[in-house]
């Protein structure tokens, strides 16, 4: 019989803005993981998640370096977090992780997606009656993360959570100035990411044509960001969420907002600093 071959690890080559985002998290989970460490925080448990993991490392585009991923980020972080839960779909990444973390025991490796282990697995343990707290880093490629597990995050006062919302792949595939010929599957993405089809509103406009009204794309990137940050207050419960920061490649383009949300006031003036100092970095 022949043998299946054994898919091989692929690292991901990250661009400037992929960088920023890691020195964001390195700082944020630093100065949390410091205030949770503290004698006067003793009772408290705090936790990082990584909802989409990666492999640990990849490698820079800018120097051709391998580089340190948002688990090894956080898994070093000094003072350390109590527990770690680190989760990706990909084996080969899931391999990786093990290798780098395998024999540690407060660092907890999932296999499968994100969105049925949050739920089942992760969160049902960041409880705040049981004094558990924590830092979550959802960062997907596209438009892999349903809106009932941001929902879950925002309505249990435990948890500041970074989120990349991926408006490069909602342009590319979701907001056709034309919606009509937009598939199927990814409107059913778009709208498991938003929580209902309420992003239509935003995005279109029905405007009067020679053929009757058509739908047509009237809200630019900044216009539907806005309205998604309000979601995050009004609909999933965040009380805290500062303006995004938007990523942007070296032509300038934004490649996606990354967001923070927070239960907590003064987690929202920590990261308006740390997005200020990294604002303008890379930027041409
Ligand atoms: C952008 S990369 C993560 C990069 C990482 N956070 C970092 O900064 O080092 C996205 C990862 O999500 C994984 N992924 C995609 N869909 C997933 C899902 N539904 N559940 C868990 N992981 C998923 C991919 O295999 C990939 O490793």
Not at 66 to 93: N, Q
Not at 120 to 132: A, E, G, I, Q, T
Not at 184 to 202: K, L, N, P
Request: proline fraction near 6%; charge should be neutral.
């Amino acid at each position: 019989m022949a043998k299946r071959k054994k898919k091989q690890l692929k690292l991901d080559e990250v661009g400037y803005w992929s960088e920023v985002k890691l020195d964001i998290v390195r700082d944020y989970a630093k100065a949390y993981s410091t205030i949770f460490s503290a004698p006067a925080q003793r009772k408290f448990h705090h936790v990082y998640i990584d909802s989409f993991a990666g492999a640990g490392i990849h490698i820079s585009k800018t120097t051709g370096e391998v580089i340190e991923g948002s688990p090894l980020i956080a898994v070093s972080t000094d003072p350390p977090f109590k527990e770690y839960h680190l989760i990706d779909s990909d084996i080969t990444r899931v391999d990786s992780l093990q290798r780098m973390f395998g024999n540690r025991r407060d660092v907890r490796i999932h296999h499968g997606d994100c969105n049925e282990i949050m739920l089942s697995d992760v969160l049902p343990h960041v409880r705040y009656k049981d004094f558990r707290r924590g830092l979550c880093l959802l960062d997907p490629y596209g438009l892999h993360l349903r809106w009932d597990v941001i929902r879950a995050i925002g309505q249990e006062p435990t948890i500041d959570m970074f989120l990349n919302f991926p408006i490069a792949d909602m342009n590319r595939n979701v907001f056709w100035r034309n919606p009509e010929g937009v598939a199927q599957d990814d409107i059913e993405r778009m709208t498991a990411f938003w929580g209902d089809d309420s992003w239509r509103e935003v995005t279109y406009q029905t405007v009067p044509t020679l053929f009757g009204p058509e739908d047509e794309k009237a809200a630019d990137n900044d216009a539907i960001a806005n309205a998604f940050q309000e979601r995050l207050r009004k609909v999933a419960g965040f009380k805290n969420v500062p303006d995004p920061m938007p990523m942007r490649n070296s032509k300038g383009a934004i490649v996606y907002y990354l967001f923070f949300a927070s239960p907590k006031p003064v987690a929202q003036h920590i990261v308006s600093h740390i997005f200020d100092k990294y604002r303008n970095r890379g930027a041409t």
